[in-house]
């Protein structure tokens, strides 16, 4: 099994920023990748972005490449989603989640996500 729990959303205006964290444990949370996704309203949920815990390069979607970047913390078991230049198309829950596909019905377990919330 494993956990997730994310933590840092909010609302910012247009052009800021935020920090994301998603803290993992469970016996074998190393063994998959950790991924972001987001839902937004009237939307289906879709991948952002993915790192693995032994290193390799993070894969980002189109839509947030150059402006998200996702790090991981092994020591605290964590990883970090900083999403600059925010728009509000980026208005959505983020998901963090565990598998090794990287897609929704890929991935094995779910954090409850957290709002995250662009003005214009």
């Known amino acids: 099994q494993v956990q997730l729990v994310e933590s840092g959303g909010g609302l910012v205006q247009a052009g800021g920023s935020l920090r994301l964290s998603c803290a993992a444990s469970?016996?074998?949370?190393?063994?998959?990748?950790i991924a972001w996704f987001r839902q937004a309203p009237g939307k289906e949920r879709e991948f952002v972005v993915a790192i693995t815990w032994s290193g390799g390069s993070p894969y980002y979607a189109d839509s947030v490449k150059g402006r998200f970047i996702i790090s991981r913390d092994n020591a605290k078991n964590t990883v970090y989603l900083q999403m600059n230049s925010l728009k509000p198309a980026d208005t959505a829950v983020y998901y963090c989640?565990?598998?090794?596909?990287?897609?929704?019905?890929?991935?094995?377990?779910w954090g409850k996500g957290t709002l995250v919330t662009v003005s214009s």
């Open positions: 989640a565990a598998g090794n596909v990287l897609r929704v019905d890929g991935m094995l377990y």
């Open positions: 469970g016996p074998t949370f190393s063994d998959y990748a």
